[in-house]
């Protein structure tokens, strides 16, 4: 089955700073990446993801870069603010299995003003 | 996150007990999941239903058993549970596409304690 290794598991930058958190996964079949953006108390929330059929996807702060070659994408938050801080998670899926995600193990993002 | 709402938020059962988690989603869409979230863990899939067909179940100690009346509400009975079982119960919906993959909404979750 799918494994996706997500580094780091804590990140601590400065305000205004760029933060990067990489994911490798192993089955190259998958071909769907959300990232999820969890905060206290809160369930995952979807902020940005990205199909195979795209090298890079930007909304605002926040970029996903893909490398199917070497299975791995990133999410990149760029001017960072202490609203950011929360856990992240990558996941990767396959199309037409039933939409299961397999998830990261997150990275706590701390954002020091 | 209003879209998908669970109850109750926060739950504390002994062992012998037996309770039921609640989700309910209002985006119209077909397909429901319960994940397990762990401390120190991945997020696991528990369950998932398409279709309020039992679609996937992830190698899940039959002390937990899910229930899907309508494509809007998802239940998880819970019966004889171990410590270890404490966790965070996340539900999440999405809309299926026949080949497609598909964004999931996740609700805020039922923090359980097995006491």
């Known amino acids: 089955g799918e494994n996706v290794e997500q580094h780091p598991s804590t990140l601590s930058v400065q305000e205004g700073d760029s933060a990067v958190i990489k994911c490798t996964y192993s089955?190259?079949?998958?071909?769907?990446f959300p990232w999820y953006k969890q905060e206290l108390g809160k369930g995952p929330q979807l902020i940005i993801d990205?199909?195979?059929?795209?090298g890079e996807k930007k909304d605002q702060r926040i970029a996903v870069t893909l490398n199917k070659t070497a299975k791995h994408f990133s999410l990149h938050i760029t001017e960072t603010q202490p609203e950011d801080s929360a856990v992240y998670f990558c996941?990767?899926?396959?199309?037409?299995?039933?939409?299961?995600?397999?998830f990261g193990g997150g990275t706590r993002l701390m954002v020091k003003p | 996150e209003t879209g998908v709402t669970q109850t109750p938020r926060h739950l504390v059962m002994g062992m012998t007990n037996k309770k039921s988690l609640k989700c309910e989603q209002h985006?119209?869409?077909?397909?429901m999941y319960w994940y397990k979230q762990s401390a120190k863990k991945p997020l696991e899939l528990m369950f998932v239903?398409?279709?309020?067909?039992?679609?996937e179940n992830n190698s899940v100690p039959s002390r937990f058993s899910p229930e899907c009346p309508n494509s809007s509400h998802l239940f998880l009975h819970l019966h004889t549970l171990q410590p270890e079982d404490s966790a965070l119960y996340l539900c999440?919906?999405?809309?299926?596409?026949?080949?497609?993959?598909?964004?999931?909404?996740f609700g805020p979750g039922t923090r359980l304690t097995v006491t």
């Open positions: 985006l119209g869409h077909n397909a």
């Open positions: 239903y398409n279709f309020k067909e039992q679609t």
């Open positions: 996941a990767a899926s396959i199309s037409g299995a039933g939409n299961m995600l397999t």
């Open positions: 999440a919906s999405s809309q299926a596409r026949a080949g497609g993959t598909y964004e999931q909404y």
């Open positions: 990205i199909r195979s059929n795209v």
């Open positions: 089955d190259s079949a998958s071909n769907y």
